[in-house]
């Protein structure tokens, strides 16, 4: 049972080393996502803008929208792609003969 003990310990001093190197990750995660929550600018009413935020907004729903351009874009790209010839039909086609 000692043995077993002197060979738990670095264990357990490797994983408190490690927990210890992961609370500023967790603690920047919760700063990122308790920031994330409370900047949602869409949400915003227009009429309650200055012109500067007004600006501010135009050019945000400007980058989703060329977002969500590129993002259909791609994907049709990606299924034309799919669907064209390969001409691989047309030679197995015409090299088969029937029996």
């Known amino acids: ?4 003990n002197k060979l738990i ?26 920031e994330t929550n409370s900047n949602n600018w ?4 227009l009429d309650e803008l200055n012109p500067m935020e ?3 907004q135009y050019s945000y729903f400007s980058e989703l929208l060329n977002l969500f351009h590129i ?3 791609k994907k049709i790209t990606i299924a ?12 197995v086609s015409t090299n088969f003969s029937p029996s």
Not at 1 to 4: E, K
Not at 9 to 30: I, R, T
């Open 1 to 4: 049972m000692v043995r077993i």
């Open 9 to 34: 310990q670095p264990y357990h001093e490797v994983q408190s080393q490690m927990d210890a190197s992961n609370e500023p990750q967790k603690l920047l995660a919760q700063q990122i996502t308790s």
């Open 42 to 45: 869409w949400e915003t009413p």
């Open 54 to 56: 007004l600006y501010e």
């Open 71 to 73: 993002s259909r874009s």
């Open 80 to 91: 034309s792609s799919m669907l064209a010839p390969t001409g691989l039909a047309e030679d």
